[in-house]
């Protein structure tokens, strides 16, 4: 292998037995480190089913478009935050949960103390809580710690008591499902986010509906059944004729008819520090959050008060709607402060796929807005799509991660180029440029040298049927080879290439995923310097993968032919074993990578960290990327 530097095929490209022989010979530089030519093409055996890997937030520094560091850059993204501030572990602080996929309660842990806060991720699954579509902590027992009141599936609600302390809890499910003093099971619209809170101060809990016609309903506890479960009676069905509506605007100012109503969460606090709780009100159909005054007392509260927007440095607070907000002093400065996730609602939901967890301290002049990006992470908005390549030359890899839409322009998907401006072994990324290659949607790249020339070339998959290839100009960036496609699938949509030598002539060939979730089939005729290709099946070997096939070749075994990693929109990345031969391929389905992966897994492989062994990055729904170390080489 002599010549210029071939980059990374981390997303797509492996190795033949005979160029395995030559890296394993030839991978190492003078100096120890892992040079750029064996990076190209690792070793096979660089990565396999046995490896271990170890959830990284935080493996290396990443800096974003600002200059400042992500201090969770590996968490996943956000795109429907829900959150909670509580003081879990009873240490006096407070702790971050984060609500972003059905069943799974993320935990990130108050290290600092009540004035300074600093989280550090713990886990996605806290306890492996089941919590359907939204939780909510509070002591429902009274016996001084925190339990947990969650929906069980579908519209059920469900409760976790706490069988452990305030300091070191543990949560367990009661048999039977939440019910009122007449039997009968309490239902919530799964669409919305319930609440409670004392509302009346006379040492009651309460729990507090919200419905989708953008009524209250209210219950109060009044006794407990035998299984510690609390029992509730309905005080109200319509608590404080609270109704939520919007009317909409059309084209010319007039209103939209009937009036609407939708998805709705709320908090009570005590916005204005008259010592009763108010009500934090966020809608579907509402693009900020309304405050509703209490003008009663703690004894005797008064809701029937006009619903208020509300406004942060003298403006309005405006997202894409759906806001879920959490009322906490978070910086024990003995005022309230706001944390609200942004759901998205009617307002173009796109728009806030990344700035989608805001955070508004209260001070004299009113509320004032902090950041709209609590958790520094890496997140391109939705869907994204990871590949490595040294596109410097410097001998390190470069990372550049495909989207579904950028959330700024809201016009089509972008590539985003994290650079590494650290050495093969302590990278250091630092994001440099969003690009715009093409009007489509649904950006998924790979890097490879289809040419010969020593260089590798981009192959974009897009929501359309087809696969766009372009090469470096000589200004660095990029320009189409042609203005045809690549390839084009016979059917479906959402391509995802891959490529690698599956037949053994010496040239690339192309696997490329679609949204049906099989795999399309793409022959090179061509030459390792002039690539052409043709299907060959539009079904290789019947694998269906369920929803959104994500491939990549990689020779898991080494025993010199390709095998296949595939993942899906349910999550997770399947794994074919190829059973037939390098120059015949037929794969089976052989398991799956022993890893927590997201929805819309779409992985990456690639040795970030210059050990000889290959990690793993995986893109998801939710816009970020989760890393694995391979601990092997460790």
Request: hydrophobic residues 40%; proline residues 6%.
């Amino acid at each position: 292998m002599t010549g210029g530097h071939r980059g990374v095929a981390a997303l797509a490209i492996a190795l033949t037995a005979s160029a395995a022989v030559a890296c394993a010979s030839s991978g190492q530089t003078s100096t120890g480190q892992t040079s750029a030519e064996s990076m190209s093409a690792p070793v096979a055996g660089g990565f396999t089913l046995d490896d271990p890997l170890a959830r990284e937030i935080a493996p290396f520094p990443v800096l974003g478009a600002n200059g400042l560091a992500l201090e969770h850059p590996f968490l996943g993204g956000f795109v429907v935050p829900r959150p909670q501030l509580v003081d879990i572990d009873g240490d006096g602080d407070l702790d971050l949960f984060i609500q972003e996929r059905t069943g799974e309660l993320v935990h990130l842990e108050n290290v600092g103390d009540a004035a300074a806060p600093s989280f550090v991720w713990r886990t996605d699954r806290y306890q492996d809580l089941d919590i359907g579509e939204w939780s909510r902590f509070h002591d429902l027992d009274g016996d001084g710690d925190l339990d947990l009141l969650a929906e069980e599936r579908f519209s059920y609600v469900r409760m976790y008591r706490n069988e452990g302390s305030a300091t070191d809890p543990r949560f367990v499910a009661l048999a039977d499902s939440l019910r009122d003093d007449t039997g009968k099971a309490i239902f919530a619209d799964r669409q919305n986010i319930a609440s409670l809170a004392d509302v009346d101060c006379d040492g009651v809990i309460d729990l507090f509906l919200g419905r989708v016609d953008g009524t209250v309903s209210r219950y109060e506890a009044v006794g407990t059944a035998p299984s510690g479960m609390p029992i509730f009676t309905l005080v109200n069905p319509r608590f404080e004729d609270i109704e939520i509506v919007a009317q909409l605007a059309v084209p010319g100012g007039a209103p939209q008819n009937p009036t609407l109503h939708g998805a709705n969460s709320m908090a009570f606090a005590d916005g204005d520090g008259d010592g009763d709780v108010d009500l934090f009100w966020g809608d579907y159909f509402e693009p900020g959050l309304l405050f509703i005054e209490n003008y009663g007392t703690c004894n005797n509260p008064d809701f029937r008060s006009e619903p208020q927007p509300m406004e942060a440095d003298g403006e309005l607070i405006a997202t894409s709607g759906y806001n879920a907000p959490w009322p906490a002093d978070l910086d024990g400065d003995g005022d309230l402060d706001l944390l609200v996730g942004v759901l998205g609602g009617a307002f173009n939901a796109n728009r806030t796929s990344v700035e989608n967890l805001r955070y508004y301290e209260s001070t004299d002049a009113g509320w004032s807005e902090v950041t709209r990006r609590f958790i520094t992470q890496i997140d391109i908005g939705s869907e994204s799509v990871p590949a490595f390549t040294d596109l410097d030359g410097d001998g390190d890899l470069d990372l550049v991660i495909g989207s579904k839409l950028d959330a700024d322009e809201v016009d089509a998907g972008r590539l985003h180029v994290f650079e590494n401006v650290g050495t093969p072994s302590a990278p250091r990324y630092e994001e440099r440029e969003r690009l715009l290659l093409t009007d489509s949607y649904h950006y998924a790249p790979v890097f490879a040298d289809l040419d010969g020339d020593g260089a590798d070339e981009l192959l974009l998959g897009t929501w359309n049927e087809d696969v766009r290839h372009f090469r470096r100009s000589a200004d660095g960036g990029w320009e189409p080879v042609s203005d045809a496609p690549l390839v084009e699938l016979p059917r479906g949509s959402h391509s995802v290439p891959a490529a690698g030598d599956l037949d053994g002539d010496g040239d690339l060939d192309l696997i490329v995923g679609e949204a049906s979730g099989e795999l399309n089939f793409f022959r090179n005729v061509g030459t390792p310097t002039a690539p052409a290709f043709e299907l060959v099946t539009e079904k290789l070997d019947g694998i269906d993968v369920g929803r959104r096939s994500f491939p990549v070749l990689y020779d898991l075994d080494g025993d010199g032919d390709l095998d296949l990693l595939v993942g899906r929109e349910d999550g997770g990345v399947a794994v074919f074993r190829n059973v037939g031969s390098a120059t015949e391929p037929r794969f089976e389905e052989d398991g799956e990578i022993d890893a927590a992966l997201p929805k819309y897994a779409a992985p990456a492989l690639g040795d970030v960290d210059g050990d000889g062994d290959l990690d793993l990055v995986v893109g998801g729904l939710s816009g970020g990327l989760v890393f694995h170390r391979n601990l092997r080489n460790r």
